[in-house]
């Protein structure tokens, strides 16, 4: 063969090769919204997430995709698999944590808020209780109810039989069902709320704070080791308004309270002399909060100055 020929067919193999990589990147690109979200939902942690997402572009961009018939469950099932080897790891890491876990909050998109399923699948409050599930109840829960993924493809994506998916995510959902919040507001009616908390917060008004909370209300804060936070969940209005009056405000400090969006509700960003302190998520109840989620550790702040994209499809 002559050298014009052999440089030819390079050039062509080249450009093959080169074609080959744009479409598995424009294939992971149109999916990398609803990966993302499954290991996030899966993780409780955006920082893990991104590593997953990582992993699983390496494994995709190695596999010929012209092969596999259905490229979104392919991507989906790697991803999985290397979440769920996350989770189990992470949740070995999170027994040794200094006092309470939460949840990375993430700063959403306008969307996420209107999307009253996804929203819901990502909610600071329902994302603590699938903290309570094991790694593969977890992944299963997250898949089918969140993903409605079906119980063949769960059973593909963590090689386990589909008896055994069916059990599993019976008992997860039992779980989950028995602990979630049980009557959901619209994001007006959450809105309001929020918005009265932080005009008692700002105050220090503790009757305006009494009159916003749930008398069962419970608080949590995370602050890593890091800052200082409740090393245990304060529980009752009147615990917690003492809580978040004399533990997050202090009258020698300039304090302000920006309202924004995490995990797709309304929530507070608070900041003290300039810097970002922590988050304050909530969860709202017939039009009281009975949830407060503050996160105070620094390295669970990092995707709070950036809006995240999230998606079910």
Do not use: C
Request: hydrophobic share 45%.
């Amino acid at each position: 063969m002559n050298s014009t020929g052999a440089s030819g067919e390079r050039r062509q193999d080249a450009d093959l090769g080169g074609h080959a990589t744009l479409a598995a990147t424009e294939t992971f690109v149109a999916h990398r919204n609803l990966l993302f979200t499954i290991a996030y939902e899966m993780l409780g942690s955006a920082a893990d997430a991104d590593d997953v997402l990582q992993e699983t572009w390496l494994r995709w961009a190695g596999v010929d995709a012209s092969l596999v018939d259905n490229p979104r469950a392919y991507l989906v099932r790697i991803t999985t698999r290397q979440a769920l080897n996350q989770l189990r790891s992470t949740k070995r890491r999170r027994e040794a944590y200094v006092g309470s876990w939460l949840p990375e909050p993430l700063h959403t998109t306008a969307d996420v808020a209107a999307d009253v399923e996804l929203a819901e699948s990502v909610s600071m409050g329902l994302m603590v209780v699938l903290e309570t599930l094991t790694p593969t109840e977890r992944a299963v829960f997250v898949l089918r109810e969140a993903f409605g993924l079906g119980y063949d493809e769960i059973a593909a994506a963590l090689e386990k039989t589909h008896t055994a998916v069916y059990q599993i995510a019976h008992r997860a959902r039992r779980h989950v069902e028995a602990r979630r919040p049980r009557r959901s507001v619209s994001a007006r009616e959450a809105q309001a709320v929020v918005e009265a908390f932080r005009r008692a917060l700002e105050t220090r008004d503790l009757q305006g704070l009494l009159d916003v909370f749930a008398s069962d209300v419970v608080a949590i804060s995370d602050g890593g080791g890091v800052k200082q936070a409740a090393p245990w969940p304060v529980v009752g209005a009147d615990k917690v308004a003492r809580f978040v009056v004399g533990g997050l405000t202090r009258h020698d400090v300039a304090l302000t309270l920006e309202p924004t969006a995490i995990n797709g509700s309304p929530a507070l960003a608070l900041h003290v002399e300039g810097q970002l302190e922590g988050v304050i998520a909530v969860r709202v109840e017939d039009a009281r909060i009975t949830g407060l989620y503050f996160v105070r550790n620094p390295h669970k702040l990092t995707h709070i100055n950036t809006e995240v994209a999230l998606s079910l499809h």
